[in-house]
Nanobody, 115 residues
């Protein structure tokens, strides 16, 4: 079993910053892609950013230039630095980990951006 645990969500004013962390543990063998998704109220879950084991990154257009994804392979951890937050960034942020071609999800962490 692989456990995926997110942390770092919270309430922040528009224009502020938050840093999310996600650690994978347990039966971790070889982690490929790690990613952050989010789900706003009443909307489908969407990809925010992902990063490969070789540190290639991909971002949703809505967060380009504001969010930065990074990872620490030694710690099986992925981060999401979120700057210049907007109310439309509000949602539950989920961490995704691909380990040996199996998908694993965290429970999610709430991010609320007030205007």
């Amino acid at each position: 079993q692989v456990q995926v645990v997110e942390s770092g969500g919270g309430l922040v004013q528009a224009g502020g910053s938050l840093r999310l962390s996600c650690a994978a543990s347990g039966a971790v063998r070889r982690i490929n892609t790690m990613a952050w998704y989010r789900q706003a109220p009443g909307k489908q879950r969407e990809l925010v950013a992902d990063i490969t084991s070789g540190a290639n990154t991909n971002y949703a257009d809505s967060v380009k230039g504001r969010f930065t994804i990074s990872r620490d392979n030694a710690k099986n951890t992925v981060y999401l630095q979120m700057n210049s937050l907007k109310p439309e960034d509000t949602g539950v942020y989920y961490c995704y980990v691909n380990n040996l071609a199996s998908d694993h999800w965290g429970q999610g962490t709430q991010v609320i951006v007030s205007s």
